[in-house]
């Protein structure tokens, strides 16, 4: 029988332990991720701390933008696009990585042995900040992120850190027919 092979058996169990397996597909009502060469535009993103700039970007449904992030500020920054609803919830996971210590003020530490009985799977993405629509930018650093709209829509950039959104740092993003 199939079971009866240990290295059958071995298979299966890491099959269905992996992460990689485990982890739900990202999809976006707004648009996806596209490679920079694509971009038919690009836009400088200052990131401050506590505020963007510039606070408001308009773009047109279709459009493959380049946003180039540069962190002036003393913090490490987000970038992040969506809407208010899907802001909130990343905030929630940003600050479950913040109470474990895996997000500091400056930077983002690699998961290590001692958080291995935390229940990373309950964050929707295995502890890692690795959704499309976002990118982490640290102090004095720059960093790109390329996205294709694909419909008119109102949305916002972020930075989800915790507090950096309740402190200001939100800009308005119009994508227009």
């Not at 900040?129 to 976002?134: A, C, G, I, K, L």
């Not at 950039?157 to 119009?174: E, R, S």
């Amino acid at each position: 029988m199939f079971l009866r092979n240990p290295l059958a058996v071995a298979a299966c169990l890491l099959a269905l332990s992996s992460p990689v397996w485990a982890a739900p597909a990202h999809t976006y009502d707004f648009g996806q991720p596209a490679p920079a060469a694509k971009a038919t535009r690009s836009i400088e993103v200052v990131l401050n701390d506590m505020s963007f700039d510039p606070k408001a970007i308009q773009v047109k449904a279709g459009e493959t933008v380049r946003f180039v992030l540069v962190n002036k500020g003393q913090l490490l920054h987000e970038f992040n696009l969506g809407d208010a609803a899907m802001h909130a919830q990343h905030q929630q996971e940003m600050l479950q990585m913040q109470q474990s210590g895996m997000l500091t003020p400056t930077g983002m530490k690699e998961m290590s042995h001692d958080m291995a009985g935390m229940d990373h799977g309950s964050m929707g993405h295995g502890m890692k900040h690795d959704d499309p629509n976002s990118v982490l930018v640290e102090p004095g650093k720059t960093a790109e992120l390329t996205w294709t709209f694909s419909k008119a829509t109102s949305l916002e950039f972020a930075c989800n850190i915790p507090g950096h959104y309740q402190a200001g740092m939100v800009g308005k993003l119009t994508v227009s027919q």
